[in-house]
Structures are given as C-alpha cells and as structure tokens.
C-alpha cells in the first residue's frame, strides 16, 4: 500500500486549523485535486505501459473530481463512471466492458460501488481522497479482494498535505488502531497512551507505520515524473 502526501504551494491561510480567506483555501484545494488528477493520470499510464494486463480501479467521493480525471484520460481506456447517479440500465455495461474490453480503468464513487460489487480482476486500486470511516475505504478495497482474484492488490492513497483530508486521513489511523484493540480478544492491556490515541494526531509507533518510505524509494521512475511538477510527495 502506497500512501502519497501531496504539498502543491499551499497559502498559509488555506493550511487547517487556522482562519484565513475562505476563497484561498478553496482555491488552494480545488488546485490539490487538480494536481491528484495530474498524479493519478500519470500513474495511470505508467500501470498501462508496465503492466498493461493490470485493471484499475479508481475511487473518489466527488464525481467532480472522477469527471475531470475521465476528461485527462486517453480514449478507449475508461470503461465508464459508476457513480450514484449512473442509471440502473446502465450499471451492468460499464461493470462488463471493464471486465472483458480493453478499457481498464473503472472510475467508482467510493459510496456508491465500495460495497456489493465483484471486481477480483482488478489489481490496482487508487484513492483520490479519504472516508472519515476508515472501513467506507477498506469496503472499496475489498472490491478487488474476492474469490478469483490471482494477483497481489496494489492500493495508492493521494493525500492533500495540510488539508483537512490530511487530518481526516490521521485520525482514520487512530480509528483504524483502537477498532483492532477493542476487536482483539486475546489483547488484555492498551498498549497506547491517551496521548497516542489522540484523535487529531498519531502516537509514534502510528506515525512509523505511516512511514512506508520516500517515493523514490517506492518507484524511482514517478518519482522523476513528480519531480518535473515541483510537487512535494513524502
């Protein structure tokens, strides 16, 4: 699982937890998901020229932000938008041409496709933003993980850094750590302080599992391509 933290020139104003000119900071995110449709374009093309068997999925809450990316994307390689107000008549179509055409990218509204669809021939899973339930993202990524999948699941996360999605993103983590304790039978002692399980932060051992390494440890050649964006990706 790769979790990317974006930084793309954000005003001092626009950075969470802070008053500022409203216009600017939804300037400053409207430019954040610009950038993600930038980013998740070029990943596209790198999955299609590497892998070109690999099918993707790609999961958002905004149909604005799907709609843009189907826009950036090259024709012939969506399978369509499945999204709440896509027509029952015409749910099935998309479902079938991304499972058996050359259209390998399936654009889904994390709500609305997250549960109750078998999609095990997809190995890429991409998302634009976060849930604040942790378990409405893991339910998306499950779509991939079904009885017939033979591959291993890759799943990328795009971040806004200083966003609210960043904090949103956070304290899924936290959510994410208590549910597993409370969930746990065999755990007799909380292993975390209350400052730990602090809900707008992370404690250390958290923020070192948030450490998956620099992007360019993960993968050189889009590390180039960011590069050449003057993006910030940690």
Known sequence: KHDFRISH?????????????????????NSVRDVKVQLTVALIQKISAGQPDD???VFSH????????????????CAGLYVG???DTERDSI???????????????????????????????????????????AQAVARSYRIGQTKSVSVYRL??????????????????IVSAWLMDEESTKNPYTKEQIDTFGVGKEEQESLDVGTLADI?????????????DVY
Request: proline content about 3%.
């Open 219 to 231: 993968d050189p050649a889009f590390a180039a391509f960011v590069s050449k964006m003057e993006l």
């Open 9 to 29: 020139d954000a005003p001092e104003s626009a950075t969470y937890g802070q008053k500022g000119n409203a216009t600017q900071r939804w300037d400053y995110l």
């Open 95 to 137: 479902l079938k041409t991304f499972a058996t055409s050359s259209a390998r990218v399936l654009l889904i509204g994390t709500l609305s496709g997250g549960v109750g669809l078998q999609l095990e021939m997809a190995s890429r899973v991409i998302f634009m933003d976060v849930s604040w339930n942790p378990m409405n993202d």
């Open 159 to 176: 971040v806004g850094k200083d966003t609210i999605e960043d904090r949103i993103y956070r304290v899924g983590v936290v959510k994410k």
């Open 62 to 77: 905004s149909n604005l932000t799907l709609e843009a990316l189907r826009e950036k994307l090259a024709p012939g390689i």
């Open 85 to 87: 107000k896509t027509a």
């Open 55 to 57: 099918r993707i999925l």
